[in-house]
């Protein structure tokens, strides 16, 4: 059974995943982020759980969807908005943008936007992990569209053969709220039943599991990342996840309203472009309630984490939106390996 300290801490970073994304759609509605950029919001409880689960000597893998993996391993929000601004402070100085996140510091060393690329590097920096004896094991994250690109297959084919410490997150968002819990792909473009046949026909565990179901997606997660650290093999996960609404469109925007935590004490309704969603699918939403249920969290203790996140992100902001721009000079830096001797 998990603390209290670990309990309000996942509950922290979970709010602390949703208000930066919000904040982020602010700052587009604010016309201060022109760039596209992508949002995780509804995949809160993943990143969480996967990190929770992580150790200090894993490395991880993501992609374009990426804000939530790096703010649950401990990423810094204002250097992340600086970075998503093109200013110095960020990242890589604004040079990466929002699809190209960094934290080597943290063992995230780099972010890909195309689709599938994920699962290739990752292969490749377990079989380093086994080859020079490396405690750790690599975390790769990637959507369902993945499994429709040639690279996944080579990548698991070669993770399979190589029997390499690989744990596989499949977050799949297009999932109907009443089909989280069926394991069937959604996609007319797989042949297979189930999604997770895939990778299974390669010899590789699977697991599913509904990514709004907070308790059962850690411990599934927990279990996984336990297993591949023991065994020193592959595993995939997929996790089934509802579309936010404010997600569906070629540019990311706030639906109805930024998320208002009494809505799951019946403290007001949700708007009804969210009212489904934000009732059914809404992995943060059903934590506070479950955690209200259990007794572990009262209502004043929940808004309190959330006044503190809004009041971090809040000066992370504007922090990031105070930072320069970088000087033209700066665009041929770290572009080469400096040359040794």
């Given at each position: 059974m998990q603390s209290l300290e670990q309990t309000a801490g996942a509950l922290e970073r979970m709010l602390l995943i949703r208000r930066f994304e919000e904040g982020m759609l602010q700052l587009h509605r604010r016309s201060i982020m022109p760039v596209h950029f992508h949002i995780s919001i509804g995949q809160e409880a993943t990143a969480v759980g996967v990190c929770s689960s992580a150790t200090d000597e894993d490395v991880i893998y993501t992609n374009h969807r990426s804000n939530g993996h790096l703010l649950a391993r401990g990423a810094d929000p204002g250097r992340m908005y600086a970075e998503q601004l093109g200013r110095i402070g960020g990242n890589t100085d604004g040079k990466g943008g929002t699809l190209h996140m960094v934290a080597p510091e943290l063992g995230i060393p780099w972010t890909t936007s195309l689709v599938g690329c994920s699962v290739p590097m990752a292969v490749g920096s377990a079989l380093a992990h086994k080859q020079f004896g490396q405690a750790g094991i690599i975390i790769a994250?990637?959507?369902?569209?993945?499994?429709?690109?040639?690279?996944?297959?080579?990548?698991?084919?070669?993770?399979?053969?190589?029997?390499?410490?690989?744990?596989?997150?499949?977050?799949?968002?297009?999932?109907?709220?009443?089909?989280?819990?069926?394991?069937?792909?959604?996609?007319?473009?797989?042949?297979?039943?189930?999604?997770?046949?895939?990778?299974?026909?390669?010899?590789?565990?699977?697991?599913?599991?509904?990514?709004?179901?907070?308790?059962?997606?850690?411990?599934?997660?927990?279990?996984?990342?336990?297993?591949?650290?023991?065994?020193?093999?592959?595993?995939?996960?997929?996790?089934?996840?509802?579309?936010?609404?404010?997600?569906?469109?070629?540019?990311?925007?706030?639906?109805?309203?930024?998320?208002?935590?009494?809505?799951?004490?019946?403290?007001?309704?949700?708007?009804?472009?969210?009212?489904?969603?934000?009732?059914?699918?809404?992995?943060?939403?059903?934590?506070?309630?479950?955690?209200?249920?259990?007794?572990?969290?009262?209502?004043?203790?929940?808004?309190?984490?959330?006044?503190?996140?809004?009041?971090?992100?809040?000066?992370?902001?504007?922090?990031?939106?105070?930072?320069?721009?970088?000087?033209?000079?700066?665009?041929?830096?770290?572009?080469?390996?400096?040359?040794?001797?």
């Open positions: 994250f990637f959507g369902d569209g993945v499994l429709e690109e040639g690279a996944f297959y080579e990548g698991i084919n070669l993770a399979a053969l190589w029997q390499v410490p690989l744990l596989c997150i499949c977050e799949n968002n297009g999932v109907p709220a009443d089909m989280r819990g069926v394991d069937t792909a959604k996609s007319s473009t797989f042949l297979a039943r189930r999604l997770t046949d895939i990778p299974s026909s390669f010899g590789i565990k699977c697991s599913t599991v509904d990514g709004a179901d907070v308790k059962a997606l850690f411990g599934v997660l927990r279990g996984a990342a336990d297993t591949v650290r023991k065994e020193r093999r592959t595993q995939f996960v997929e996790v089934r996840t509802s579309r936010y609404p404010g997600n569906r469109t070629f540019w990311p925007h706030l639906a109805g309203a930024e998320t208002c935590l009494p809505w799951a004490w019946n403290e007001g309704e949700p708007p009804e472009a969210v009212r489904d969603w934000s009732m059914h699918c809404d992995p943060l939403m059903s934590h506070v309630r479950q955690l209200l249920a259990d007794g572990v969290l009262s209502r004043e203790a929940i808004l309190g984490i959330d006044a503190r996140v809004r009041a971090r992100i809040e000066a992370a902001m504007e922090s990031a939106i105070g930072s320069p721009h970088p000087s033209g000079d700066l665009a041929y830096c770290d572009v080469f390996a400096a040359k040794e001797g």
